[in-house]
């Protein structure tokens, strides 16, 4: 495998992953990771700036999962928005333009102001907001997974919802041909720490199509030889 490969791999497995079962993984990273498990709405703001503080949004592939991430919870709690974005503007530019794209997915009209405004600020992104926002917004679940970074946006989206349908996204992706060795070993990291995961492999096992379910097979049998031992 050569190096560019698996650096590609390395990030995908570091979004793929749990922050639960990393050692070296911040609290709030572990929140973001398990949100979907006990949502906590109300530490948003809070777990935004420690997220911050920490370095995560600058993490390989830490972007789009945000953007997945934060898009559920703002579709979540519409009527928290509002302030949750004040209290967001001591946050870098960058990480506003993160959330502000996340509310654009969630289908707030706001979203789109907010990245207009920020474009017209002279956001270096300018071209990239435009492009953005030429089109109506589309929910994540909507995108289809054609890259590595659109893959990540789905994963992001699972972590905030644990919805099953952001990893048949994924599979959908795989079946396409449009992503490689690096998703299966993200794919199988995800499903040995996350039982949900296991669970939605093991369901669309049967439901997908042969280049995939070999995909499958592999995920889950790697995920059951992790597990602990039942007692």
Not at 68 to 75: N, P
Request: with cysteine.
């Amino acid at each position: 495998m050569n190096l560019k490969k698996l650096a590609c791999v390395a990030s995908l497995v570091l979004a793929l992953s749990s922050g639960a079962f990393a050692a070296s993984s911040s609290r709030w990273e572990q929140w973001l990771n398990s949100y979907y498990q006990n949502p906590q709405p109300d530490l948003v703001v809070r777990a935004t700036y420690g997220l911050s503080s920490d370095g995560y949004f600058e993490q390989p592939g830490a972007v789009p999962t945000a953007i997945g991430f934060y898009s559920q919870v703002f579709a979540a709690n519409p009527e928290r928005v509002d302030s949750w974005f004040a209290n967001f503007r001591e946050l870098p530019q960058s990480e506003q333009r993160l959330l502000a794209s996340a509310l654009w997915y969630a289908g707030n009209p706001k979203g789109e102001k907010l990245l207009r405004r920020l474009a017209a600020a002279g956001s270096d992104y300018r071209a990239d907001i435009d492009r953005l926002t030429s089109a109506p917004s589309q929910s994540v679940s909507a995108t289809p997974v054609l890259s590595d970074s659109s893959m990540n946006l789905q994963w992001g989206a699972f972590l905030a919802s644990g919805g099953e349908q952001h990893i048949t996204a994924i599979l959908d992706g795989m079946g396409r041909g449009n992503l490689g060795d690096s998703a299966r070993v993200g794919l199988a990291f995800a499903a040995a720490h996350h039982p949900r995961v296991l669970e939605i492999c093991r369901t669309q096992l049967d439901r997908q199509p042969n280049e995939v379910r070999s995909v499958l097979r592999a995920v889950i049998n790697d995920a059951e030889r992790k597990q602990p031992p039942s007692s």
